[in-house]
C-alpha cells in the first residue's frame, strides 16, 4: 500500500491507495478513532481489479486536525475536493461507521460523482436523544481524561465477545490507532455525529444500488438501525426498496472489516458487479 499527502484547502490530508491505477475506482472511509488501517485486511482481497483510495478524515491518522470545522458536510467536502485532486470523476464509496455518515453527506451533495453507495455499520438515522447524551458523556470523557484512556475503553466495546480472548492481537492494533487521534478532533467527531441531520431521503431516492452491512451482534449500531429510514417522519424498512441489498453477518460486531475481512471483500465484491454491470447497461 502507498501513503501520499494530498494538500486539500492549503491543509495535509493523508490516502493511502493500492490496484493499479488504471482500475476503476472505490473509496473506503474509516470510522470514528480510526485511520485507512480500518481497511487493510479488506483492501488486498480487492485491489486485484479495483484501485483502492483509503482517505484519513480529518482530525483522525496523519490528517490535519483544524481549529474550527468538523462537521460531517466538511468531511465530506474533504473528500470531494481529494476526488477533484486526484482527477476521479465517479466512483463507488463505502463508509464504515463515522465513515458512512460522511460517505451520506457526500451522496446527497455530490450524487453526480457516484456509482454506487455503502455503508458499512452505520444508519442513515441522526442520533437518538440517547445517543446524544452518551455522546456528551464521551466529550466529557475524552476532556477530562484524556483520548488514550478513552480509546482503551472504547476499542474493545467494537468486537464481538465471544471472539475477544482470540482477538486480541487485533485488538491492540485497534487500540494503537486510536492512540494517534488527535484529542480535539475526536471531540469535534462526536460533537459532529450528534448534530447530523437524517438522511433517510439519500438511500430512499437513490438511483444506483446501495449496499448496507450490518452486525448480528453491534451493540453500537444495531442492524434495525441500518435497515430503518423514515419516509414523511415514519419509519420504514429498507427492505421494500428493490436498490438497497441488505446483508448481516451472524457473531460479528461493528468491525466485521476486521472480524471477517473474507466474507465482508466477497459481499463488497458481489455488490460492485451488479454496480458496474448497471452502469454498462445504462451506457
Given amino acids: 500500500m502507498k501513503k501520499h499527502i494530498a494538500s486539500v484547502n492549503g491543509n495535509d490530508l493523508v490516502y493511502e491507495e493500492c490496484g493499479e491505477s488504471s482500475r476503476r475506482v472505490i473509496i473506503l472511509l474509516h470510522g470514528f478513532c480510526g485511520s485507512s488501517h480500518y481497511w487493510h485486511k479488506v483492501c488486498p482481497l480487492l485491489s486485484d481489479k479495483y484501485r483502492i483510495i483509503m482517505p484519513q478524515l480529518r482530525g483522525h491518522g496523519g490528517s490535519y486536525a483544524p481549529d474550527g470545522d468538523y462537521s460531517i458536510e466538511a468531511m465530506a467536502d474533504d473528500i470531494y475536493k481529494l476526488m477533484v485532486k486526484l482527477e476521479l470523476d465517479k466512483v463507488v464509496m463505502f463508509g464504515h461507521s463515522l465513515g458512512g455518515y460522511v460517505a451520506l453527506a457526500f451522496a446527497e451533495k455530490y450524487k453526480e460523482r457516484l456509482l454506487g ?11 437518538t436523544e440517547e445517543t446524544k447524551e452518551k455522546r456528551r458523556h464521551d466529550i466529557d470523557d475524552i476532556s477530562a481524561n484524556g483520548i488514550n484512556s478513552y480509546v482503551e475503553k472504547l476499542v474493545p466495546k467494537l468486537f464481538t465477545e465471544s471472539k475477544k480472548q482470540n482477538m ?58 441500518s435497515f430503518t429510514i423514515t419516509c ?44 458496474y454491470e448497471k452502469a454498462e447497461l445504462r451506457a
Avoid at 117 to 127: E, F, N, Q, V, Y
Avoid at 183 to 209: C, F, K, T
Avoid at 236 to 261: K, Q, R
Fill in 232 to 275: 414523511k417522519g415514519v419509519a420504514d424498512s429498507t427492505f421494500g426498496y428493490p436498490h438497497i441489498l441488505e446483508n448481516t453477518f451472524e457473531d460479528v460486531s461493528h468491525m466485521s472489516l476486521v472480524e471477517v475481512p473474507n466474507q465482508l471483500s466477497r459481499v463488497i465484491a458481489n455488490y460492485l458487479k451488479i454496480v
Fill in 168 to 225: 486480541q492481537e487485533d485488538i491492540q492494533h485497534i487500540v494503537h490507532i486510536g492512540l494517534h487521534m488527535n484529542q480535539e478532533g475526536a471531540i469535534g467527531a462526536l460533537q459532529a455525529m450528534m448534530n447530523r441531520p437524517d438522511r433517510s431521503h439519500v438511500l430512499a431516492e437513490a438511483d444506483y444500488p446501495i449496499l448496507l452491512v450490518a452486525g448480528a451482534e453491534d451493540d453500537v449500531i444495531s442492524p434495525l438501525d
Fill in 117 to 127: 453507495l455503502g455503508l458499512i455499520h452505520s444508519t442513515a438515522l441522526p442520533d
